[in-house]
């Protein structure tokens, strides 16, 4: 659900990215964009997911 945020170069950047833990060089080549873009796409993702992510964090925390 949280995904859903993302648009779909966002999705795409960090599944790759941290799901298959693949480097930023290696999604930049395989999708023929600019590496500034995987950054740009992982960032603006990280922003995206921030607020949905928190009270997720918290509970973690709590239940520890």
């Given at each position: ?39 740009w796409r992982v960032f ?21």
């Amino acid at each position: 659900a949280w995904m859903s945020v993302l648009d779909a170069g966002e999705r795409d950047a960090m599944t790759l990215r941290f799901i298959e833990q693949w480097e930023y060089h290696e999604i930049a080549a395989e999708k023929s964009i600019p590496i500034g873009t995987v950054q740009w796409r992982v960032f603006n993702a990280k922003k995206k997911l921030a607020p949905h992510l928190a009270g997720y964090r918290h509970r973690l925390r709590k239940a520890a």
